[in-house]
């Protein structure tokens, strides 16, 4: 009776680890989910603000093409249960942002622009979603350290393995979107 006792109580724990792992695991996507969104959110105003943009910046016609580019290249599908997919989808976002926001310092070389209400308005929103944004990325981080250890750390470690579950990559903001812009090299 005590050896079945003590395995149904090992197959009870065991259970509890399976279930603990899967949620964490369903929690990360969640977060990884709400990034999406908050990323589709931004590309849709995007376009809003590159054609205000286009009637005052005739002379930043390849950063407003190369914003179109990554646009497109960010609301591209990828396979989040891929890591390399994941960072890809990450890196382009990041470049995104960052040529976001050398638009954003190039707008105010052009007082007329920066006082269009549209524009001012686009910009408020843009601010907005990218505050969400950076919520969204933290939440995402502290949901993938939950997975991440609960499927390296023993006993999880070894049911993860069972069952396929595997750390996913963090957001790590790259190179670009760190480094400090100079808006006196920007209106040179």
Request: hydrophobic share 45%.
């Amino acid at each position: 009776m005590l050896i079945i006792s003590l395995v149904i109580l090992c197959l009870i724990i065991i259970y509890g680890w399976y279930v603990s792992i899967i949620s964490k695991q369903n929690k990360a996507k969640e977060a990884l989910s709400g990034i999406d969104v908050q990323l589709k959110q931004r590309a849709n105003i995007i376009p809003n603000i590159l054609t205000i943009a286009k009637k005052f910046m005739e002379h930043e016609k390849s950063l407003l093409a190369e914003i179109t580019q990554l646009r497109t290249d960010a609301l591209r599908d990828y396979d989040s249960a891929d890591k390399n997919a994941l960072k890809e989808h990450f890196s382009v976002e990041d470049q995104l942002s960052g040529k976001m926001g050398q638009l954003m310092i190039n707008m105010e070389a052009y007082p007329e622009l920066k006082s269009d209400q549209t524009m001012l308005q686009a910009q408020r929103t843009y601010n907005e979603i990218e505050a969400k944004i950076a919520a969204a990325r933290r939440f995402y981080n502290s949901s993938v350290t939950a997975l991440n250890n609960s499927v390296q750390i023993f006993p999880g470690n070894l049911i993860a393995s069972m069952i396929g579950a595997t750390v996913m990559p963090f957001y790590e903001a790259d190179e670009q979107s760190t480094a400090p812009i100079n808006a006196s090299e920007v209106f040179k």
